[in-house]
């Protein structure tokens, strides 16, 4: 099985080594880099555009250390990523998990589910954002890996604040 080792953000800028402070302007990209996806946060004055392999990027601010409220990183950002994880079978599990938190945040509604021969489920779910349908494997992942795919999309996708 193919293992994401995703650190969360080190409130450094990617590009100076640079401390971001609570409420600075920051831009989070996430990359893939030898079949790790990896998220790179840069400071407002050393941002130059997203690196050419960058699967999504997104604007948001460094929150306060003692805030509790979450920020997710945009919708077109989480769906790229969901889009990504397609034929992956060492991700169906987390891609599952992903289609719900986006059924959840309606970015994607389920259409229907689909039961082949032997019983395998699948859930049809679309996107009206843009006007494609997914199949997604009915992939209940096991109590110890819920907590390894909740770590990885909460490091991945929580970005700063929204709008920013």
């Not at 009915?138 to 991945?156: D, F, G, H, K, N």
Request: charged share 30%.
């Amino acid at each position: 099985m193919v293992e994401y080792d995703i650190q969360r953000c080190t409130r450094r800028c990617h590009a100076t080594g640079r401390e971001l402070a609570p409420g600075e302007a920051v831009y989070s990209v996430l990359v893939e880099t030898g079949g790790n996806i990896t998220r790179q946060d840069y400071a407002a004055d050393a941002w130059q555009g997203p690196p050419e392999d960058a699967l999504g990027w997104w604007k948001g601010a460094i929150a306060d250390a003692s805030s509790k409220r979450v920020h997710w990183a945009p919708n077109d950002v989480m769906l790229h990523y969901f889009e990504q994880l397609d034929g992956n079978p060492a991700k169906e599990d987390v891609r599952y998990v992903l289609a719900l938190l986006l059924v959840r945040r309606r970015i994607v509604r389920v259409e229907s589910t689909e039961k082949d021969a032997a019983g395998n489920e699948t859930l049809v779910v679309y996107s009206p954002r843009n006007e494609v349908e997914y199949r997604v494997k009915v992939a209940m992942p096991t109590a110890e890996r819920e907590a390894t795919i909740q770590a990885e999309l909460s490091e991945l996708l929580h970005g700063g604040e929204r709008g920013a």
